[in-house]
């Protein structure tokens, strides 16, 4: 074995160990800081191996959008509403529980079919294009993904207004989920209601 | 364009030489460039601590640092020696795992940046294709380990500047990325290596601060906001929020945020002379010093000159954008937190996206000046 083939598999192991065992964290410390912070090492490792697959601008797109914003609001969320409360119990926890377990079980064979299924090996290894990617990746998000891409970019705008909307709690006098009229004491009111005294 | 020193090459064929394998060799090769901009990276800081100081005292009329060593040259190492054994305190009611894991988070990505800054054609760490885009990318972790020391401190003003850190990171990271990415759309290449070839043609007349007014100052502005330096120190405002997220700590654990910030402004420099300033290149091309005084571009004395003016001017454009940061730290009163939001969402974005269509409109349109 070679130096550089060696030295891959390490990082391999070594980052696949990171994923599941930081991923197993995520789901089962108490905590909820510890548990996005983790989420955060988790992507950062998953980043590193796009990198070991020569994926480089995969790899510093991952670390871009899912560690430097996902995680980050994620977190930020977290802090802003940190409150120490005593979570209720939940009535019918065993029922659901139940209905979580069957749906990850079936999303795990899913997986493990096109695990299966798929033919994973490359016709030609020496083919990759490494470096090229970028402008390989450029060129398909303009021609033939150009729908799809813009879609996405739709679908973004209409989350980020529906949060905006969400977060200013002057436009919509009565809690969504309660029925309760908001209590507004703590938010900064506009000097204008955005909506609700239009009319 | 394929000149100037290898020095990776000659090393290897020196150890091979020796009847090492070149993978062996190349094992050998790759600490050194690491150790080699380390060591840059924290003498810049001293030197941008010492710097710091004499240009404060000159700007209130003071004297500054005097007594260590002449002129004080002496300072910034003597801070660094008392920060070193200083003890080091783990409040008793901090999370003191993410209160030692948040400076490192802090400072890692800021030196792993260094990776891409090109100190001339072959002199850098490694030519990575994303070049510029990786360290758009790393510099986006940082709020992380702000958030995550001001969290583990378990103090309101230490968890209040960890989140206005994030924020103010996360705000000015898109008119940042959207300047760069005019940069990029002219150079038709991520690489900085690439960014800085493509300003080299006429020596001054060809950098991209006349062809980038606008993204050059949105640019430098971002970067400042970035390095949280005065007018935008709100995280650590004094005033307001003791010290902000640094409020708990102290010794080692202090200096790492203090190095992380001190680096990572002197890459925010290098970067605005890379990007826009035209890197290692001399105002006057250093191909038409060689035909004027009649010597061939590859000969050894002329690759030894071109590599060092290369360094120096490097360096010099990145310390003259220091300087300009640090008078304009002691000459300006911060911003409010609405004003810091509404510069970088209202004026910075709107500006950066019209500079980006309009880059766009003039590759089209004039393709020999914009990069066709």
């Not at chain 2, 988070?105 to 792993?112: D, N």
């Not at chain 2, 006429?202 to 006349?210: D, R, Y």
């Not at chain 2, 005084?293 to 310390?319: C, D, E, H, R």
């Given at each position: 074995m070679s130096i550089a083939i060696t030295t891959q598999f390490i990082c391999f192991t070594v980052l696949s160990l990171v994923v599941i065992i930081g991923a197993l964290g995520v789901v089962l410390l108490e905590s909820i800081v510890y548990s996005a912070f983790l989420l955060g090492g988790v992507f950062m490792s998953v980043a590193g191996l796009y990198l070991l697959l020569n994926a480089s601008f995969v790899a510093a797109a991952q670390v871009l959008v899912y560690v430097g914003a996902v995680n980050?609001?994620?977190?930020?969320?977290?802090?802003?509403?940190?409150?120490?409360?005593?979570?209720?119990?939940?009535?019918?926890?065993?029922?659901?529980?139940?209905?979580?377990?069957?749906?990850?079980?079936?999303?795990?064979?899913?997986?493990?079919?096109?695990?299966?299924?798929?033919?994973?090996?490359?016709s030609s290894p020496q083919n990759s294009i490494g470096e090229e990617s970028t402008i390989r990746i450029g060129e398909h998000l303009f021609s033939d993904y150009l729908l799809p891409f813009e879609v996405a970019s739709v679908l973004l705008l209409m989350a980020m207004i529906g949060a905006i909307v969400l977060a200013r709690r002057d436009v919509m006098s009565k809690d969504i989920s309660t029925g309760l009229p908001v209590d507004q004491e703590l938010i900064e009111k506009s000097s204008e209601p955005l909506l609700t005294n239009k009319n | 364009m394929e000149y100037g020193l290898d020095l990776e090459n000659s090393f290897n064929e020196f150890l091979k030489g020796f009847g090492l394998s070149s993978e062996i060799a190349h094992i050998i090769w790759l600490p050194l460039p690491m150790l080699l901009v380390l060591v840059a990276a924290v003498v810049g800081v001293l030197v941008t601590v010492w710097l710091e100081r004499k240009i404060s005292a000159a700007a209130q009329q003071r004297i500054g640092p005097e007594y260590a060593g002449a002129l004080g040259v002496l300072q910034p190492i003597a801070d660094g020696l008392k920060l070193l054994v200083k003890?080091?305190?783990?409040?008793?009611?901090?999370?003191?795992?993410?209160?030692?894991?948040?400076?490192?988070?802090?400072?890692?990505?800021?030196?792993?940046s260094w990776l891409i800054v090109p100190f001339g054609q072959n002199l850098l760490i490694s030519n990575v294709g994303i070049g510029i885009f990786l360290w758009i990318a790393l510099s986006s972790i940082q709020p992380i380990g702000l958030l995550m020391s001001g969290y583990a401190s378990n103090n309101k003003y230490s968890l209040l500047g960890g989140l206005r850190a994030a924020a103010q990171s996360i705000s000015y990271e898109i008119p940042l990325a959207?300047?760069?990415?005019?940069?990029?759309?002219?150079?038709?290449?991520?690489?900085?290596?690439?960014?800085?070839?493509?300003?080299?043609?006429?020596?001054?007349?060809?950098?991209?601060?006349?062809?980038?007014?606008?993204?050059?100052?949105?640019?430098?502005?971002?970067?400042?906001?970035?390095?949280?330096?005065?007018?935008?120190?709100?995280?650590?405002?004094?005033?307001?929020?003791?010290?902000?997220?640094?409020?708990?700590?102290?010794?080692?654990?202090?200096?790492?945020?203090?190095?992380?910030?001190?680096?990572?402004?002197?890459?925010?420099a290098l970067l605005v002379s890379i990007?826009?300033?035209?890197?290692?290149?001399?105002?006057?091309?250093?191909?038409?010093?060689?035909?004027?005084?009649?010597?061939?571009?590859?000969?050894?004395?002329?690759?030894?000159?071109?590599?060092?003016?290369?360094?120096?001017?490097?360096?010099?454009?990145?310390?003259?954008?220091?300087?300009?940061?640090?008078?304009?730290?002691?000459?300006?009163?911060?911003?409010?937190?609405?004003?810091?939001?509404?510069?970088?969402?209202?004026?910075?974005?709107?500006?950066?996206?019209?500079?980006?269509?309009?880059?766009?409109?003039?590759?089209?349109?004039?393709?020999?000046?914009?990069?066709?």
């Open positions: 980050v609001l994620i977190i930020f969320a977290i802090m802003l509403v940190n409150k120490k409360e005593d979570l209720k119990p939940i009535n019918d926890i065993k029922s659901r529980r139940i209905i979580s377990t069957s749906i990850c079980l079936t999303l795990l064979s899913l997986l493990i079919r096109v695990d299966l299924t798929n033919v994973w090996s490359l | 003890e080091d305190i783990i409040p008793a009611k901090a999370d003191g795992i993410l209160f030692t894991a948040g400076p490192i988070l802090v400072l890692v990505p800021v030196i792993l959207l300047s760069v990415l005019a940069i990029v759309l002219m150079t038709n290449s991520l690489s900085t290596v690439d960014i800085v070839n493509q300003q080299s043609g006429a020596g001054i007349l060809s950098w991209n601060i006349w062809r980038q007014p606008v993204g050059f100052i949105v640019f430098w502005i971002c970067a400042l906001a970035e390095c949280e330096r005065l007018p935008f120190d709100l995280p650590e405002a004094e005033e307001e929020l003791v010290a902000g997220y640094q409020t708990e700590y102290a010794g080692m654990k202090f200096a790492l945020f203090y190095l992380g910030s001190y680096i990572n402004l002197i890459l925010s990007l826009y300033l035209g890197g290692w290149g001399f105002p006057i091309p250093v191909e038409l010093i060689a035909k004027f005084l009649n010597l061939p571009i590859n000969a050894p004395f002329i690759q030894v000159f071109t590599a060092s003016i290369g360094i120096v001017m490097t360096v010099l454009k990145a310390y003259l954008l220091v300087f300009i940061a640090i008078l304009l730290r002691w000459t300006t009163p911060r911003v409010r937190i609405d004003q810091l939001l509404d510069l970088g969402w209202k004026f910075l974005l709107p500006i950066s996206l019209a500079n980006l269509l309009i880059t766009a409109g003039l590759k089209l349109a004039f393709p020999q000046f914009f990069g066709g």
